[in-house]
């Protein structure tokens, strides 16, 4: 279940983090007054209108750190790269919410899919009744135990609790954690489409996992993009499973209990922290000697954990470390009641070029004594 990120934190590329709306008519043609500025043309001329909203979810939190629920569009202001901007959409805390589900059932986990399951049904009981979720988990084909894990989308956005509880009875081990590939998933199908008026950006990712990627096509770089470029909250609850899966990385290879580093693995290993060794002395496990097999997995871990608060931080969520599975429930508690308590703000931003530059997102709060504000950072302005 161990891969490496491969990205660096920052410099990311991509596409802009807005709602695009775009309507070409003819001018002269009958139409309601527009909502944004129009440019006066000829007859014969064709206008494109285009409408770059902005959804900015937003989470404010007092001195000890509890959530606020009755905050007013009032009480905050928006900066995009310094400059103050008005802000035209606002959803409280009633709003609906829709959540990502992901379930990480590969590795240390195998061994207790019944925790992950009542983790994953009291996360979904504590949600409001028209608050979506999709559920994604990581499969093997039974046919074949061997073939690596695919992402699996068990379920699309519903509010069907039925459906919710039957696709978390239908979790299933996997070989190997395709989280990357899950990132992308998220970002692409689960929210390929606009969100809904009543939900206006209140849209989130939650993931039970130790953020080790072992079998993706994709990388870190490409996943924090695709999200970013939706607007969408990350929390990860993190689990700590680094003891559990170097004390297998040392047994011998004729154990049946080892745990093994993917070829893969072991190539982004060496292409990121030994350039210049011989592709070959990477080619196999076996080979390793217990001392580079413990260095490498103490290495991924560590960018693991790196990787999932950088991706946290940038969109406003948080991550949530948990020693064991079993204290699972409980920060799955804690995401639920922050996702309850919070804000979407909309704005069209000023700054109208459409350059593809990366643009930064400060909110502020106004009213409130000690208020600490989590927000996504910025997003990439549309490109042409």
Known sequence: MLSL?????????????????????????????????????????VVRIETDLVTVPVVVRDRAG???????PENFQIYEDGQPQRIANFATTDAPFEVALLLDTSGSTRA??????????SFIAALRPFDRVAVLAFKTDPDDPSALAKVEIKTALT?????????????????????????????????????????????????????????SEADFARARAALLQKGIICYFIEINTEEFV???????????????LSRTQ???????FVPRADEDAYADFCRLGPFQRMQISRTLYELARREMQELARVTGGQTFPVAELRDAQRAFAQVANE??????????????????????????????????????EGYYAPKG
């Open 159 to 215: 509010n069907d609790r039925a459906r919710l509880q039957e696709a978390i009875e239908d979790l299933s081990t996997s070989n190997g954690t395709p989280f990357y590939d899950s990132l992308l998933n998220v970002a692409q199908k689960v929210f390929a489409d606009p969100p809904r008026e009543e939900v206006r950006g209140r849209r989130a990712l939650v993931a039970l996992t130790d953020g080790v990627d072992s079998t």
């Open 339 to 376: 996702i309850g308590k919070q804000y979407s703000l909309g704005y069209y931003p000023t700054n109208k070029a459409r350059d593809g530059r990366f643009r930064t997102i400060r909110v502020e709060v106004k009213g409130v004594s000690g208020a600490q504000v989590s927000a996504r």
């Open 112 to 121: 207790d899919l019944e925790l992950i399951r009542r983790a994953a049904r």
């Open 246 to 260: 170097e004390d297998r990385l040392l047994r011998d290879c004729a154990d049946d209990g080892t745990l093994q």
């Open 66 to 72: 509890r959530p606020i629920a009755s905050l007013r």
């Open 5 to 45: 990120f491969i990205a660096p934190l920052s410099g990311v590329s991509g596409q802009s983090g807005v709602l695009q709306q775009t309507r070409p008519r003819r001018a002269g043609e009958a139409r309601k007054p527009p909502t944004t500025s129009a440019e006066e043309v000829g007859e014969d001329d």
């Open 266 to 272: 072991l190539q982004r290993y060496r292409q990121l």
